[in-house]
């Protein structure tokens, strides 16, 4: 088949690319490099079955091949990211994901959303279920990238009743593994990172917050199987086994051998004091869930960057 994968040259949409071709499949990304690099496409471009488009999609999406799935990925995704490019994250949301429905719509083309756990904000629910509806602060700063993925959601559900478009939306939760940007804010690479160099780990607050940590490959997993079923409603992907980011430090220290220190920082404003998923839709429908354990993800997360790093 050919797929169209939007932010395919990111840290998810590169992996699903990687998969895509694994599976015998020929892939066009469309991607801006704002935050993706064509180094995490190396393998798939060197395959001679992926092209790369540098195309922002919220300005139009240029493809005259026909396509028969539609992976919407495209978007800034860490808080550095969005916060710094808030028009544009709105703009990829709205305009992007209406560019990207357009393609499927006008191909008869799968459609697959990838949403975020962020559609819940600060969650007052715990685990978060699918029929929940958030706690998400419309003018926060980082409302920019909640309020872009909620409309993105009613968008494409909205394609999907107008038009009978076949969807996907798929609600991703922290995820984590080798391509994850350097200094994104995220907080299993920015402990891997600062272990490594020896720097103290900056934990936001009192670390006594949760997230629930999914390794790169199981996310991937789970997104095929979203686009291959006719279940249009939204569906969590992540790990159900929430862990404290005191925790997580933790962990990385003893994966990394380091000594590093801890310093404590100011919780940055809206940010989840907890994030887990309630995952049985997923179990239901998809018959998927986290395969690779936590640790075992880490330490691969840890040779990734080690040798990005030139430390190992």
């Known amino acids: 088949m050919n797929i169209a994968v939007t932010g395919g040259a990111g840290f998810v949409g590169s992996h699903l690319v990687d998969a895509l071709l694994a599976r015998g499949d020929s892939v066009v990304v469309f991607d801006d490099l704002s935050t993706g690099t064509t180094e995490n496409l190396a393998a798939a471009l060197a395959s001679g079955r992926c092209e790369l488009r540098v195309q922002d999609v919220s300005q139009g999406i240029d493809c005259e091949i026909r396509v028969h799935e539609v992976y919407h990925l495209a978007s800034p995704a860490s808080p550095p990211a969005y916060l710094a490019r808030p028009l544009e994250t709105l703009?990829?949301?709205?305009?992007?994901?209406?560019?990207?429905?357009?393609?499927?719509?006008?191909?008869?083309?799968?459609?697959?959303?990838?949403?975020?756990?962020?559609?819940?904000?600060?969650?007052?629910?715990?685990?978060?279920?699918?029929?929940?509806?958030?706690n998400v602060n419309p003018v926060g700063p980082r409302s920019v990238y909640d309020e872009a993925k909620r409309f993105a959601e009613a968008l494409t559900t909205a394609y999907h009743r107008t038009h009978g478009l076949p969807v996907a939306i798929v609600r991703i939760f922290n995820t984590f593994g080798p391509r994850?940007?350097?200094?994104?804010?995220?907080?299993?690479?920015?402990?891997?990172?600062?272990?490594?160099?020896?720097?103290?780990?900056?934990?936001?607050?009192?670390?006594?917050?949760?997230r629930s940590l999914c390794y790169v490959s199981d996310l991937v997993r789970g997104l095929q199987l979203a686009c291959a079923t006719s279940f249009g409603e939204p569906i969590n992907l992540g790990n159900p086994n929430e862990m404290t980011v005191l925790e997580i430090a933790t962990l990385i220290l003893q994966a990394t051998g380091s000594s590093s220190e801890v310093i404590h920082q100011p919780l940055p404003q809206d940010d989840p004091t907890r994030r887990r998923p309630d995952i049985e839709r997923a179990a239901t429908v998809l018959d998927w869930s986290p395969e690779i354990d936590v640790a075992t993800g880490i330490e691969m997360t840890v040779a990734y960057f080690a040798k990005q790093l030139g430390l190992r």
């Open 91 to 134: 703009a990829v949301g709205s305009e992007g994901t209406r560019h990207a429905l357009e393609l499927a719509r006008r191909d008869g083309a799968k459609f697959l959303l990838a949403s975020t756990s962020e559609v819940y904000g600060d969650p007052i629910e715990h685990p978060q279920r699918e029929s929940y509806w958030g």
């Open 180 to 210: 994850l940007a350097e200094g994104d804010g995220r907080v299993v690479s920015n402990f891997i990172c600062q272990s490594l160099r020896g720097e103290p780990l900056t934990v936001y607050g009192t670390g006594e917050q949760t």
